[in-house]
């Protein structure tokens, strides 16, 4: 919490330090008012050299970031209603439907042997056709052979680099 009492006691022994707050607090208010305008006029008087750099900076920005410009955008917009002409067209023309044709009552027909023949096979459990039969399981693989240095073979010396 400020201490009151201190600033009391300042304001108190300077007489004309309120008015001087007050004075200074306004002048601050009216140069932030002006700021904006003084910006906007700065902007405008900037060199042209300076103003076309800016543009190009701005050009490359937005490529880099592949925003479409304006013309872009109308280029995309013609050939959109250039694809809508042509569903419109083709919409209002009549849709021609083709000659149907009827397949042999026979083919359409399954024979009733084939679920028959399979009710008939006999049924292996799930089990039975994941895992492969006992014996195999019990058989080990023979060892492979380890690869061992010829005894006879002397070491070849290293090149000199």
């Not at 900037?46 to 800016?54: F, I, K």
């Not at 009733?112 to 895992?131: G, L, R, V």
């Amino acid at each position: 919490m400020p201490d009151t009492h201190a600033a009391d006691t300042m304001l108190s022994t300077h007489p004309g330090l309120p008015a001087r707050l007050r004075d200074l607090s306004l002048r601050a208010k009216a140069q932030l008012d002006r700021a904006p305008a003084l910006a906007r006029q700065q902007w405008d008087h900037l060199p042209e050299r300076l103003v076309a750099t800016l543009e190009r900076l701005k050009v490359r920005v937005r490529d880099g970031l592949e925003i479409p410009s304006r013309q872009d955008l109308a280029d995309l917009a013609d050939r959109i209603e250039a694809v809508d002409a042509r569903l419109a067209k083709l919409a209002a023309r009549p849709i021609p439907r083709p000659a149907t044709v009827k397949a042999p009552e026979a083919a359409a027909v399954m024979p009733a042997t084939a679920p028959a023949a399979e009710a008939k096979a006999p049924a292996e459990s799930k089990k039975a056709k994941k895992s492969p039969p006992a014996a195999a399981k019990t058989a080990k693989a023979p060892k492979k052979a380890k690869k061992s240095a010829a005894p006879n073979k002397k070491p070849t010396p290293k090149r000199p680099k």
